[in-house]
């Protein structure tokens, strides 16, 4: 069964830092693997959607990389700002897309 | 602006009433999820559906929820009768399912329910 874990739990950074969240799943037998944005009482924005014969992808001043053999993902995000404040959750697509695997999510907050 | 859509975005009721929640996926997807979110449990998938027909439900609740896609834009998620461990934010997603087997799923603002 697969299992999705990140770390940090929660982060809380100064604005302008550079940060990375990682994500790690137990199967690396995977479609592909999606990172999310969840503001409080909202839904989910899509961030980025890497397949999985990709190592990485790149929107504005977030960077996500693949380790599909290593079960590894990371999210970087650049110069982050107070706007970037939320909770990130990634998820693993496996089963011929029937399914979407959350992890437990990151709780980042960036401090003006 | 395509986006998925979900009704009503708050639903308060009594234990042992129905409830039906809708969502209308984004034209031209050809599935939908429906996951709950709690503190405790994080995001389940309660049902998954694939051009209209169920594929998976083995998250559900059988003998309370039922989930079912009447047309292409319309999904529903009923629970009879409610009890108040049901009480969650309920979340319906659309994708594309490629040939290769990746899906970008987009999420609707969900429901939040609660059971008293």
């Known amino acids: 069964k697969q299992e999705v874990t990140q770390i940090p739990a929660a982060l809380s950074v100064p604005e302008g830092e550079n940060l990375v969240l990682n994500c790690s799943f137990t199967?690396?037998?995977?479609?592909?693997l999606q990172w999310f944005r969840q503001d409080p009482g909202k839904g989910l924005t899509s961030l980025l959607l890497i397949q999985s014969s990709q190592r990485e992808q790149t929107s504005g001043r977030l960077n996500a990389s693949l380790d599909k053999s290593s079960g590894r993902s990371t999210l970087y995000i650049a110069a982050s700002q107070p706007g970037d404040s939320a909770t990130y959750l990634c998820a693993v697509n496996d089963n011929y897309g029937q399914n979407f695997v959350f992890g437990p999510g990151t709780r980042l907050s960036v401090l003006p | 602006d395509a986006r998925v859509t979900q009704t009503p975005r708050h639903k308060v009721t009594e234990m042992g009433q129905e409830v039906t929640m809708r969502c209308q996926p984004i034209l031209g997807h050809n599935t939908v999820f429906w996951y709950r979110q709690t503190m405790m449990q994080g995001l389940e998938l309660l049902a998954y559906?694939?051009?209209?027909?169920?594929?998976?439900d083995s998250g559900m609740p059988k003998d309370r929820f039922s989930a079912e896609m009447p047309d292409a834009t319309l999904a529903t998620l009923k629970i009879q009768p409610s009890e108040p461990r049901d009480s969650a934010v309920y979340f319906c997603?659309?994708?594309?399912?490629?040939?290769?087997?990746?899906?970008?799923?987009?999420f609707g603002q969900g429901t939040r329910l609660t059971v008293v």
């Open positions: 997603a659309s994708g594309r399912v490629s040939g290769a087997g990746n899906t970008e799923a987009f």
């Open positions: 559906f694939r051009n209209r027909a169920p594929l998976d």
């Open positions: 199967d690396s037998a995977i479609y592909n």
